[in-house]
């Protein structure tokens, strides 16, 4: 059975029904959900075991950002962006 279907089926329920079906379906979804919070930082180890997980960034196929000439994007850049950026560097 598609989404749809179920959709057009369940469109038909009385606005009482269908809340208490998306009450039940959130409260699915959060039991499902595992949410972690940190207050401390990643340690280096801990940052380090992460991020060994990814392919590591081969510079052969990737180019050289800092050789990129980004003068054809000047004329895109406001006053205002350039004060904004400037404040943060």
């Known amino acids: 059975m598609s989404m749809d279907s179920i959709y057009e089926m369940l469109s038909s329920l009385t606005d009482t029904n269908k809340k208490w079906l ?5 409260k699915d979804i959060s039991k499902n959900k595992v949410t ?7 340690s280096d180890e ?6 060994s997980k990814f ?4 510079e052969v196929d990737h180019a050289d950002l800092s050789s990129v000439d980004y003068s054809n994007y000047k004329p895109f850049v406001s006053q205002k ?4 950026v400037s404040k943060w560097l």
């Open 36 to 42: 972690t919070t940190r207050s401390e930082p990643l």
């Open 81 to 84: 962006t350039k004060e904004i």
């Open 22 to 26: 998306a009450d039940h379906l959130y």
């Open 55 to 58: 392919p590591s960034w081969d």
């Open 46 to 51: 801990e940052l380090a075991a992460r991020l």
